[in-house]
Structures are given as C-alpha cells and as structure tokens.
C-alpha cells in the first residue's frame, strides 16, 4: 500500500490482488464520512425521515398490491 498526500487530497494505492469487496466497503464508509461530515442533521430528524420513508414506501406496496382496502 502506499499512500501519498497531494495538494488537498491524499491518495492511496492497492496492489491488485486485494479483495476489492473489502476494498469497496471501506470506500463507501469514508464517501459517507465525507457526505455527512457537514450535517447538521440530528438523530431526531433522521428518525422522521426514516418514518417518511418507510410509511410511503409502506403505502406505495399497498396501492400496487390492491391491500390499501
């Protein structure tokens, strides 16, 4: 592995024969890490928006499936 720092970026090279499954997931978390990093966003509100979600995905599975009465 070696890692280089550029500019404002910082670069990391893997020889080929990592598992790139391995290698995908600690990518997604630091994309996320990078994502939220300036989110104000708190616990509370992600509830809300998760319960949003789910109901309209919830409603949606009704109205296709002919089960919302």
Known sequence: MIVERQNNEIL????????????????????YEELTSKSK?????????????KKGRLDKF??????DG
Not at 12 to 31: C, E, H, M, P, T
Not at 62 to 67: I, N, P
């Open 12 to 31: 990391v090279r893997f020889s080929a024969g990592n598992k790139a499954s391995k290698i995908q997931s600690i990518l997604d978390y630091l994309r």
């Open 41 to 53: 966003a708190t616990e509370k509100n992600l509830d809300l928006l998760l319960k949003e979600a």
């Open 62 to 67: 009704k109205k296709e499936t002919g089960l």
